[in-house]
């Protein structure tokens, strides 16, 4: 496996942070593997406590039904579950053999809370997602 802070550094979401930081974040981090078709969280449900990072491989997301983007390597989802405690609001489905890193909701959480910045990088994604593309 390649080293694993290296990884996370790619995720606009942890970019920022120190060395120091990266190594701490990713002693939180396991791996998962999925294969081909398999539906990684399922949107109404509560599937699962997991935060994701795609390590290798792609993923397509739908919500409804209807597919609404494609995720790779340095992409992340599930973080809106993490926040929230709410079901998924779309499903997550492995296009190729898919290597994600994950995080359990509670070792998120703390992490944040002591990660300023991740905090602040976090509350503008959440902004980008409530703000319609134009």
């Given at each position: 496996m390649a080293n694993l802070?290296?990884?996370l550094k790619q995720v606009p979401l942890f970019n920022g942070l120190s060395q120091r930081q990266l190594k701490k974040l990713s002693g939180d981090f396991s791996e998962r593997t999925f294969q081909a078709g398999a539906a990684i969280v399922q949107q109404g449900k509560m599937s699962g406590i997991d935060f994701f990072v795609i390590a290798d491989g792609d993923a397509s997301v739908t919500v409804d039904g209807k597919t609404v983007d494609r995720l790779g390597p340095g992409d992340y989802f599930g973080e809106l579950a993490?926040?929230?405690?709410?079901?998924?609001a779309a499903t997550v489905t492995a296009d190729t053999r898919l290597r994600c890193l994950t995080m359990k909701s509670w070792d998120f959480r703390r992490f944040v809370t002591e990660n300023?910045?991740?905090?602040?990088k976090l509350l503008q994604h959440l902004v980008d997602l409530l703000q319609p593309k134009r």
């Amino acid at each position: 496996m390649a080293n694993l802070a290296e990884e996370l550094k790619q995720v606009p979401l942890f970019n920022g942070l120190s060395q120091r930081q990266l190594k701490k974040l990713s002693g939180d981090f396991s791996e998962r593997t999925f294969q081909a078709g398999a539906a990684i969280v399922q949107q109404g449900k509560m599937s699962g406590i997991d935060f994701f990072v795609i390590a290798d491989g792609d993923a397509s997301v739908t919500v409804d039904g209807k597919t609404v983007d494609r995720l790779g390597p340095g992409d992340y989802f599930g973080e809106l579950a993490l926040i929230g405690g709410r079901e998924r609001a779309a499903t997550v489905t492995a296009d190729t053999r898919l290597r994600c890193l994950t995080m359990k909701s509670w070792d998120f959480r703390r992490f944040v809370t002591e990660n300023p910045d991740v905090s602040w990088k976090l509350l503008q994604h959440l902004v980008d997602l409530l703000q319609p593309k134009r």
